[in-house]
C-alpha cells in the first residue's frame, strides 16, 4: 500500500500518518521529521535545509526529491507499504514522485486531505509542542505546565520548534497556499483524493480515515 497525506501545517497529517502506520504495517516516511533529524546532526543536508526551515520556507525541490527517490527505492526493494507525509509540497515534486512510481510499475493508493480551518490550524500551531525523543507534538492550548510530560513516551524532554512561532506559521500558511494548494486539484483530477474534515478529536478524524483506508 502507498499512501500519502496531504494538509496545512497544523492539520494533524503527522499523528494521524502515525496511527495508521502502526494499525496497517506501513512505514511513515514524514520529510519534516527527516529534515530535523539532519540537523540535529548538523549533517551537510541539515545545514542546508535549516534557514530554509527556520524562515518557514520550503526545501528546494532538488534536494527534497533526491531524497525522496533515495527513500522510495529503499522501500520500493524491501517490499514494504508506506505513507508518506509532508511530501510533495509542490507540483514538480509531485510530478517527480508520478514519474518514479510509474518507472517502478508503482502505483500510489490514496491521496488523503486533511482539511482544517485556517483559525483552527493557527491555535493548534502556536499551542504545539514537540517532544524530542519521540517527535510526538502534543498540544496545550492553555499554556505548557512546568511538569507535562510527553503524552506518546512520558519523556519530558519537549520543546517548542522554531518554526511554530506566530510568524514563521503565517509565512508557512502563505507557503502551504502558494505551493501545496495545487496538488489538491492535481491529486483530485487523477482521482486520488479524498478529503477527510480534520476537525474534532485525534480519534474523530481518524474514525473517518479508517473506512476510506480499509475500502481500498
Ligand atoms: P513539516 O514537519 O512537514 O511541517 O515540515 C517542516 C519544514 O520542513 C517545512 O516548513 C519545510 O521547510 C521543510 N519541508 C518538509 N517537507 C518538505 C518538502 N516536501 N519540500 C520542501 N520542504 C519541506
Redesign the pocket.
Known amino acids: 500500500m502507498r499512501l500519502l497525506f496531504l494538509g496545512a501545517?497544523g492539520s494533524g497529517k503527522?499523528t494521524q500518518a502515525d496511527i495508521f502506520k502502526e494499525s496497517m504495517g506501513l512505514v511513515k516516511l514524514?520529510?519534516?521529521?527527516l529534515?530535523r533529524a539532519e540537523i540535529q546532526n548538523d549533517s551537510g543536508l541539515g545545514k542546508k535545509?535549516k534557514d530554509?526551515?527556520n524562515q518557514?520556507?520550503?526545501?528546494p525541490d532538488e534536494i527534497?526529491i533526491g531524497i525522496l527517490e533515495n527513500k522510495i527505492s529503499e522501500f520500493e526493494a524491501a517490499g514494504t507499504g508506506y505513507i508518506l507525509?509532508?511530501?510533495?509540497?509542490?507540483l514538480p515534486?509531485a510530478e517527480a514522485l508520478d514519474k518514479m512510481l510509474k518507472r517502478l510499475n508503482a502505483p500510489l493508493d490514496a491521496a488523503i486531505l486533511i482539511d482544517v480551518p485556517e483559525d483552527e490550524l493557527l491555535r493548534r500551531l502556536t499551542s504545539r509542542w514537540t517532544c524530542r525523543n519521540c517527535t510526538a507534538t502534543p498540544s496545550f492550548p492553555d499554556g505548557k505546565p512546568d511538569d507535562a510530560v510527553c503524552p506518546v513516551c512520558g519523556s519530558n524532554d519537549l520543546y517548542q520548534r522554531d518554526?511554530d512561532k506566530r510568524e514563521t506559521i503565517l509565512k508557512?500558511f502563505a507557503v502551504y497556499k502558494e505551493n501545496t494548494y495545487p496538488l489538491i486539484d492535481y491529486y483530485e483530477k487523477n482521482g486520488l483524493l479524498t478529503r477527510i474534515s480534520g476537525e474534532g478529536t485525534v480519534e474523530d478524524i481518524s474514525g473517518r480515515i479508517e473506512p476510506v483506508l480499509k475500502a481500498l
Open positions: 501545517p503527522g514524514s520529510t519534516g521529521d529534515l535545509a530554509f526551515m518557514g520556507k520550503l526545501v527534497m507525509d509532508g511530501f510533495p509540497r509542490t515534486q518554526d508557512r
